[in-house]
């Protein structure tokens, strides 16, 4: 499969959006757990502490190269296998997006479809069948193919209804025997990739997708894929997105999110989800520009080493809110991940945000790789002093296709694979021998407790929220989720 050349972006284009021939396709991010934040645009995949959605990006992606497709995003919707199960005989190509703590139940998913018709083409698509395609396809006859790797491009192949040989990318069984075809090389050139908004428009509901640190209603798109750096926890990089940051031009950007102020002009903000949207400085002050003359308000993730000059460049264009993955306050934890960060650095970059008026929202997690009960109090005292306006704090998650999950079964860490309980909450996966996991579990409500039940912080809240009456109902019903949520952690 030759490599995509930007000379070809429009045919491409043109070719996606008018073809006629591809089967009737259904992408699907099927029911699971109840609430599970498990879509495509997801880092981790569980339950969260309040009721949250990412866009299903990723699948929309594919789904707008597909004509007639349909994207259904099952969590969001509130389906039950009941109401996703009467699709099956309205399509004859069903692209299902699992992870590593929904593959049983995504698994269980597709056999009710291939029951339902036993003629629907099966394929499952994401990071963890991508790592693990032949145990994948092994788990249930129901799966026909295993998309590996960045899947749209293959999907819409498949689509075209071939013979799977022919498409690079793919893992598939033959005769008994599992047939891998060769790697399919990485998109180059982003911009030949079609709107995913489009698709937004066509099939989702954006009032159902809801952060709670993002204004609401909020629109997540991507503006590239890949990300610099090499965090050894870090699930997309190291599986489908590479380490190469491939991105889309500003201008193509900045039309997508023209069009989208159009569609919906009930959305408050957008938020770019790219794993790190300030890996290519110039790039995002060209964009930011792009987005001020729009008028709209944005947000995006951040590492903690954008220099004031482009945050000034950003926060005058729009930028609300950057999400910064601190991940500890200890140095030797960064170093051991390598998270290529020195606290200093990162203390200075978010006095500087503060400075400008940027929000944060910090991103911690706990019990990675060197961590001890001394690490775990000095990343407490690290976001008290930083004091991000709001914060995240996880455990450290294991999945296959990652160094953190080699390291952990090298070293015998490991002690659950499923990275979630029967609700879909988070548990420690990871246990060493002088931290257990239920103290890295117990740990994360003590940095929610410290973090938030103090009067400062108590005080800043009430003020955000004062002559706001809809703000007001909104905190109010993520608070009393908040404390159902630690509440059900401390019985677990
Ligand atoms: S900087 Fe962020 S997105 Fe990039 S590898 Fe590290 S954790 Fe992942």
Known sequence: MALLQPSVANVLSSRFVTAGSHLRTLFLHPPSYDGFDGGAGSRYQARREIRSFWYPTWLAQAAALVPRSRLVDAPPEGLSLADVLPLAREYELAILHTSTPSFPYDVKVAEALKEAN???????????????????????????????????????????????????GLSYRDNGATVHTPDRPPLENMDALPFVVDVYRRDLTVEHYAIGYLLHPYLSLYT?????????????????????????????????????????????????????????????????????RLGVTWSCNAKANVPPETLKVLRDNGLRLLVVGYESGNQQVLNNIKKGIRLDLARRFTREAKRLGIKIHGAFVMGLPGETRETIEETIRFALEIEPDTIQASMAAPYPGTALYREALANGWLTDTRLVDRRGAQVSALSYPHLSDSEIFRSVEEFYRRFYFRPRKLFAMVAEMVGDHRLLRRRLGEGAQFLRFLSRRRQS
Do not use: M, N
């Open 118 to 168: 036993p003629d629907l083409r099966i394929g499952f698509v994401g990071a963890h069948v991508s790592v693990q395609s032949e145990p994948s396809l092994q788990a249930s006859p129901a799966i026909d193919f295993v998309a590996r790797s960045e899947f749209d491009l293959t999907v819409e192949e498949v689509a075209r209804g071939g013979p799977l040989r022919a498409v690079a």
């Open 224 to 292: 590239g894929r890949g990300c610099r750096s090499q965090c050894t926890f870090c699930l997309w990089p190291q599986t489908v997105g590479g380490h190469r940051y491939r991105a889309r031009s500003p201008e193509h950007v900045t039309e997508e999110i023209r069009l989208a102020t159009r569609y919906f002009p009930q959305v408050k903000e957008y938020f770019f989800d790219d794993d790190t949207f300030t890996d290519d400085l110039v790039r995002a002050e060209a964009i930011a520009r792009g987005l001020g």
